[in-house]
């Protein structure tokens, strides 16, 4: 019978980092958390996303998979995700926030969504946000 995945989700798995020592290794100290999407990243070259999942466990990094929804067996075999691998569904939380109640400070993100990953206040307007309500649309700009 093939290993089962762990998949932490839902805040009765999401909620503590002891919670999250059940889904994989507690990053070593000094290590950089760099989180993979699953769906619309992963998910377009496996083969080549899983080799740079396994080059990256090396000690300086740990990789994990945080995903907005569950994820079944047979989709993560076939897309080659290891079955150690720590996988986070955040659900209706960002990913950011899951991944952190989880126990993980997530240093890169590889995701085609970087909108469900944290709020952007670049996505709302100039990054000075004093001036972001006073901004002219373009049309008001061009004439």
């Known amino acids: 019978m093939p290993q089962k995945y762990k998949i ?7 909620a503590s980092p002891q919670a999250a020592a059940g889904g994989g290794s507690i990053p070593a100290a000094g290590s950089l958390i760099v989180a993979f999407d699953i769906d619309g990243t992963w998910s377009l070259d496996p083969p080549t996303w899983r080799k740079i999942y396994d080059l990256m466990y090396d000690g300086r990094w740990m990789p994990i998979i945080v995903t907005g929804s569950h994820q079944p067996e047979d989709k993560l075999r076939r897309l080659l995700v290891p079955v150690d691998a720590i996988i986070v569904v955040s659900g209706p939380l960002l990913k950011e926030e899951a991944a952190r109640r989880a126990g993980y400070k997530v240093a890169v993100w590889i995701d085609d969504m970087p909108g469900m990953i944290q709020e952007c206040r670049i996505l709302g307007g100039d990054l000075d946000s004093e001036n972001a309500p006073h901004q002219a649309t373009a049309s008001e700009k061009h004439g």
């Open 8 to 14: 932490l989700a839902g805040p009765q798995d999401i």
